[in-house]
């Protein structure tokens, strides 16, 4: 099990004005869906050159006064994180592999020219968050916390320039499951004429830009009776990458697993690093490398390749059922959740939910 470390900053708490009812609350638990509810506190921390990051708070959620010059309205300067906590079968609460968030939020920052924050510092705050809204935990399967960390350049000037202000923020959002069609297999658009990152561009960072750039090709996958869009490179155009938000992983009829190598254009997925690391624990061949379109549809089509799933913090493991482009499209396996699968999903699940043993040391708990 994983450790709390002592933070740098002293954090200062603010009540609520005026807090939900627990009535209230349950009928908005009942139903969460996913990223329309926020729960009643947020965490700030302040950052400006010279002094370093100080004034930590735990205060109401409450909107956020911008100047209209704020650096990051003009030259999107902006990270962000997502995790989430569980609820145990003992009662307590607990976050799934914190620190890695935190160290992959430094990454975002340096290549956005932002200033880290210590590692500790991270995950205090979402503690403090999720301690302080932990009531808004819902009961409903699948049920978790949905933990927004983020961080943008705040100071008001106009010039192409690192800031020399920032603001952290942490929210929290009651989450049910992410996708909202029921079926049991995702349906995926590819894109031809739109790439989501380039060599030496952001990929492999968490900021805002790239989620933008993913909408167009998303919405033209939906407008097509899709799901979600998956992206290829940008070089070439043939090699897989991920979706919008998620990473891919392929499985072949001789019980290999390939997922696409990182390559600086790809996020580096704390779920998909588990779920390798899972997958090697079975014993399995695990690859990471490059995989074609092409490839994908002559594999499907013979039979060789047998499962597709993707993988993220917001959906965890979401099966691949069919793929389709302007050549036309076709059926990984039968077209539903394969076996392999179903059985990593449910060992993730079971060690992010406390119903089974942390042999790496993945969990903090919280209490």
């Known amino acids: ?109 340096e290549r956005l020219a932002m200033p880290a924050l210590p590692e500790e510092v991270f995950v205090e705050s979402v503690r403090r968050l999720v301690e302080a809204d932990r009531e808004w935990l819902p009961d409903v399967e699948g049920g978790s916390l949905y933990l927004r960390p983020f961080m943008f350049a705040s100071e008001a000037f106009l010039g192409v320039r690192p800031a020399k202000e920032y603001k952290y923020i942490v929210i929290a959002s009651p989450a049910g499951n992410y996708f909202k069609s029921g079926a049991p297999a995702v349906s995926i658009w590819v894109s031809e004429d739109y790439t989501r990152a380039a060599p030496g561009g952001t990929g492999a960072a968490k900021c805002g830009g ?8 998303q919405a033209e996958a939906i407008a097509k009776g899709h799901d979600q869009v998956v992206f290829l490179d940008a070089v070439e155009n043939k090699w897989i990458e991920e979706l919008g938000g998620m990473n891919l992983y392929f499985v072949f009829d001789d019980g290999t697993l390939l997922t696409p190598r990182l390559s600086g254009t790809i996020l580096p997925g704390i779920t998909r690093d588990s779920l390798l690391t899972l997958a090697r624990d079975e014993g399995l061949n695990v690859q990471e490398g490059r995989y074609s379109i092409d490839q994908w549809r002559d594999d499907a089509q013979s039979g060789k390749l047998v499962e597709v799933f993707a993988c993220g913090t917001a959906a965890v493991v979401t099966p691949v059922g069919k793929v389709a482009s302007r050549s036309g499209e076709f059926t990984i396996g039968s077209g539903g959740p394969g076996q392999l699968t179903q059985k990593l999903k449910n060992r993730l699940v079971a060690i992010q939910r406390g119903e089974a043993p942390d042999p790496h040391e993945w969990v903090l708990k919280l209490g």
Not at 42 to 52: D, L, P, Q
Not at 210 to 217: D, I, K, R
Request: proline share 9%; aromatic share 10%; with cysteine.
């Open 1 to 109: 099990m994983a450790t709390l470390a002592e933070p740098a900053l002293q954090f200062t708490t603010l009540p609520l004005a005026a807090p939900i009812s627990a009535e209230d609350r349950a009928v908005v638990l009942a139903n969460p869906g996913f990223g329309t509810l926020f729960s009643e506190h947020m965490v700030t921390i302040e950052w400006s050159e010279g002094k370093g990051w100080h004034d930590a708070v735990v205060g109401p959620r409450q909107p956020i006064a911008l100047d209209p010059a704020c650096a990051v309205l003009h030259y999107a300067q902006e990270i962000f994180e997502g995790l989430k906590a569980y609820r145990h079968p003992d009662g307590s609460v607990a976050l799934f592999r914190p620190y890695e968030n935190a160290r992959r939020f430094n990454r975002s920052a």
């Open 210 to 217: 790239n989620y933008a750039a993913s909408l167009v090709p």
